[in-house]
């Protein structure tokens, strides 16, 4: 706490003033870009030096429009302090919209950036667009994070969980409807949570657990549709940690694939399932080819802050996109027919369709499904 006498101003405000600067970012959607910028406010944003580096600490809502005549249902933002610095780039991505043309909407941005101190002069942050999906699936942005892959597979999620609701509502009217809510929300309440602490690169155990780690062979939950099917996985397991997991693939589609997320669920001693992440990997699968999928990584994981004792993992081909840009997602039925249901949580859409009905109640969430 400083003590503000009149000697600690003259002495203290030159290093308060260096240690807090404001921040005004330069927001770069191009004119060209389906959205503008309506407001924008970084009053809490300031910066503070560490050491060689400077930490930007940004806070920060903007309002922004759609410009175009389309609808959009998802927004991917880059935040860019510093392109080559670890921590300088961070990026905001919304999923579920459905912001018609002339249409606002807000997007919150929360993060801490760190840029060298002796960077060159210029915007201390600008905020880019690296992707934007519309109604129809078409996409605008640079796409240098993968945002098209992202938001597709969001977007396909959210059609297939509107679509259920929907028929939910014809086929048992709103109290049908009314009563599936209530069960989604109290599946997600129920469902166990766990923290994944992940380490890339990291090859070989501490040396304290190693002479207690076991190689673990997965067991698989298949869907009957999936164009990829695991063969077999394993990764080596001691106590509340996984080191190098990887698993054969094949390509059992008419179609070649060029990425896949294989989901992971992990069994504790108590029999308590929790998904625990996935696994996802760029890959060159011809149809009817076989394939090795690794990661040099670790895994820690904890509930409710105590270690969990992996007993048992289970792996699950969560998402597939082909060569030409298409993906494949599991059903919805054949995830509620499986231990998934247990383990995984609500999609996007769920989510958003859930919080509509706790806000406005069944009524709203009707008129919202009838709109799509």
């Known amino acids: 706490m400083?003590?503000?006498?009149?000697?600690?101003?003259?002495?203290i405000v030159p290093a308060v003033m260096l240690a807090q600067s404001p921040v005004d970012p330069k927001i770069e959607f191009g004119s060209d870009s389906p959205l503008e910028v309506v407001t924008s406010n970084w009053g809490e944003s300031n910066t503070?030096?560490?050491?060689?580096?400077?930490?930007?600490d940004l806070k920060s809502s903007l309002v922004v429009r759609n410009r175009q005549p389309k609808k959009i249902r998802a927004v991917t933002l880059v935040v860019l302090a510093q392109d080559t610095t670890p921590g300088?780039?961070?990026s905001i991505a919304l999923a579920s919209l459905n912001a018609g043309p002339g249409?606002?909407?807000?997007?919150?941005?929360?993060m801490r950036l760190l840029r060298p101190l002796d960077s060159s002069n210029g915007p201390l942050v600008r905020v880019r667009i690296d992707g934007i999906l519309f109604d129809d699936m078409t996409f605008y942005g640079e796409n240098r994070l993968n945002s098209l892959r992202s938001m597709t597979l969001w977007e396909m999620e959210a059609r297939r969980d509107r679509k259920y609701f929907k028929s939910v509502l014809e086929a048992r009217g709103m109290d049908g409807l009314n009563e599936e809510v209530i069960a989604s929300i109290a599946r997600e309440k129920q469902r166990p949570k766990v923290d994944v602490q992940f380490a890339r690169g990291t090859v070989a155990m501490p040396a304290s657990v190693a002479g207690e780690s076991r190689q673990v062979?997965?067991?698989f939950l298949r869907f009957p549709d999936a164009p990829v099917e695991l063969l077999e996985g394993s990764a080596k397991v001691s106590a509340n940690e996984a080191h190098l997991p990887g698993f054969t693939v094949r390509n059992n589609s008419k179609s070649a694939v060029r990425f896949l997320d294989i989901g992971w669920i992990v069994k504790d001693g108590a029999g308590h399932e929790f998904l625990a992440g996935s696994l996802p990997a760029d890959v060159t699968l011809n149809p009817g080819s076989m394939s090795h999928v690794s990661q040099?990584?670790?895994l820690k994981f904890t509930a409710a802050g105590k270690p969990i004792s992996i007993q048992g993992m289970t792996g699950f081909v969560k998402h597939v996109e082909y060569a030409d840009g298409t993906v494949w997602i599991p059903k919805r039925a054949a995830a509620e027919d499986s231990q998934?249901?247990?383990?995984?949580?609500?999609?996007?859409?769920?989510?958003?369709l859930a919080d509509l009905y706790r806000r406005r109640g069944i009524k709203a969430l009707a008129e919202e499904l009838k709109k799509f």
């Open 88 to 90: 300088g780039k961070g």
């Open 340 to 352: 998934l249901s247990r383990a995984s949580g609500q999609s996007a859409e769920e989510q958003r």
């Open 217 to 219: 062979q997965f067991s």
């Open 296 to 298: 040099r990584a670790s």
């Open 2 to 11: 400083f003590m503000w006498t009149k000697f600690a101003i003259i002495g």
């Open 103 to 110: 249409e606002t909407f807000p997007i919150k941005i929360d």
């Open 48 to 56: 503070t030096p560490r050491g060689g580096a400077m930490v930007i």
